[in-house]
């Protein structure tokens, strides 16, 4: 597998948004911005709107991918995802909804062919929001 960054990200994101549609979310949007704000992929399950960050590498690994959704990035998680919910992505969203973040983690090995998908959901609480 090429294993340039970007790459590896968008593959990452594309077998990370399959892996959820399995498990039945809705997908909202995929790299959604707002000004400086970004958030890998948003989706809905029930009254549960999934903000989902996406960590993608090729193996073999230093850290586990999930291991670098540390403080700094929680908070941005968190502040694109209030942008994303005064933005227009709010419409047609239920009213007793629940915001969950989530980490995923895709490791890519050999040629990309094979990978490994780990999900995390309600992977951290914001305290700080």
């Known amino acids: 597998m090429k294993t340039d960054k970007a790459t590896v990200g968008r593959k990452g994101e594309e077998e990370a948004s399959l892996y959820l549609a399995r498990l039945g979310h809705r997908i909202l949007a995929r790299n959604w911005r707002g000004g400086h704000l970004e958030l890998d992929i948003i989706t809905l399950l029930g009254n549960e709107l999934h903000v989902v960050e996406v960590k993608s590498r090729t193996a073999p690994l230093m850290a586990e991918p999930q291991r ?21 992505g709010r419409k047609d969203l239920p009213a007793d909804l629940e915001i969950l973040f989530d980490v995923m983690s895709v490791v890519f090995y050999g040629s990309g062919a094979d990978f490994e998908v780990e999900y995390y959901p309600n992977a951290f609480i914001p305290l700080y929001a």
């Open 68 to 88: 670098n959704v540390g403080r700094d990035k929680q908070r941005r998680m968190v502040a694109a995802a209030q942008a994303f919910l005064h933005s227009d």
